[in-house]
């Protein structure tokens, strides 16, 4: 006889056969909404029937704690979230930092293999009969070296984005100041919108009219 075809008090007492720690971890689940009856009398051995009365008698709803696992995963999302700008934020901190280092340590890293090429090619011109194709390997390996050099120099300012990178203190600083009546009447003098021997009375005087101000 199939489990599901036992008679109901069997499968209340397979139910009951179930510990309490094995119940209690099966409720949790069953409420919180992670797991079905199906997973639960499969995962645990037992008839649905009798897994689905023992819930009854102890007032197992299913999902009745679903929004834990809501409040749960907004929080943990807000936590990520949190987490990644105070990521950007350290990024854009050091930002400044590391293209600088990124630059100086490439400029110095070329002016060494620059070096390196030119004791090469005059240390073998002071052989007699020293010539360019005897080297001519080392200066293609030298080339090849330079590459690697400049490739990874532009892979790295190109992850840090250096050419949309602004440094602060390069950035114009704007100053807003208040127009004395003097200077808002040498400005309409100078567009013609009041005449040269205008003053400043005449200028706030409610019947002049200014050209091309309303």
């Avoid at 109901?8 to 409420?31: I, K, L, P, Q, V």
């Avoid at 105070?86 to 930092?97: I, L, N, T």
């Avoid at 019947?207 to 101000?213: A, F, H, K, P, Q």
């Amino acid at each position: 006889m199939s489990e599901d075809t036992k008679p109901s008090g069997s499968e209340s007492n397979s139910g009951n056969r179930m510990t309490d720690a094995d119940f209690a971890a099966a409720r949790e689940r069953y409420e919180l909404g992670t797991a079905t009856l199906i997973d639960l009398s499969d995962e645990y051995g037992i008839s649905r029937q009798a897994l689905s009365e023992r819930f009854k008698r102890n007032g197992v709803v299913k999902g009745s704690r679903a929004h834990e696992v809501a409040a749960a995963a907004a929080k943990g999302a807000k936590s990520a979230a949190e987490a990644a700008g105070a990521a950007a934020d350290r990024f854009q901190d050091k930002r400044a930092e590391w293209i600088e280092e990124a630059r100086i340590q490439g400029v110095q890293a070329l002016k060494q293999a620059r070096l390196i090429a030119q004791k090469t090619v005059v240390e073998e011109m002071k052989k007699p009969g020293g010539s360019m194709e005897a080297i001519d390997g080392d200066l293609k390996a030298l080339g090849r070296y330079n590459k690697i050099l400049l490739d990874n120099l532009e892979g790295t300012l190109r992850i840090l984005r250096s050419d949309e990178h602004i440094d602060e203190e390069d950035l114009p600083i704007l100053s807003v100041e208040d127009l004395t009546n003097e200077e808002i009447l040498d400005h309409h003098k100078m567009t013609g919108a009041l005449p040269e021997d205008a003053t400043v009375e005449e200028m706030l005087a409610e019947d002049i009219e200014i050209d091309g101000v309303v």
